[in-house]
């Protein structure tokens, strides 16, 4: 499966952002979809995953209640809707897949992941 992430840029603080990731490949609706950030000088992070049905989410503390990670299967494409941004989430987005179906969501490691898209960029002015 290759994928590739759009949708960051720059917003100011309390701002909204819509990041989509498409896959390319039939496999996409058996795999389980995640969102890391890497921010400037710190390591790649886990932020949020749907599993293969879309039926199971699972967020890092830090975004629960503020970002929402959905997909839709018809369009082969995973999306993280961004509310409440922060500067603290100002990072470089990566969205990634495994094939794990039949399984919940759960917190994800970079290792885990089959698929990367390269990253977009999000900034968040205070």
């Known amino acids: 499966v290759q994928l590739q992430a759009s949708g960051g840029g720059l917003v100011q603080a309390g701002g909204s952002l819509r990041l989509s990731c498409v896959a390319s490949?039939?496999?996409?609706?058996?795999?389980?979809m995640g969102w890391f950030r890497q921010a400037p000088g710190k390591e790649r992070e886990f932020v949020a995953s749907v599993s293969w049905s879309g039926r199971s989410t699972y967020y890092v503390a830090s975004v629960k209640g503020r970002f929402t990670i959905s997909r839709d299967n018809a369009k082969n494409t995973v999306y993280l809707q961004m509310n409440s941004l922060k500067p603290e989430d100002t990072a470089v987005y990566y969205c990634?897949?495994?094939?794990?179906?039949?399984?919940?969501?759960?917190?994800?490691?970079?290792?885990?992941?089959?698929?990367w898209g390269k990253g977009t960029l999000v900034t968040v002015s205070s």
């Open positions: 990634a897949g495994h094939d794990r179906p039949y399984r919940s969501a759960t917190i994800l490691s970079p290792n885990d992941m089959d698929s």
């Open positions: 490949g039939r496999a996409f609706s058996t795999y389980e």
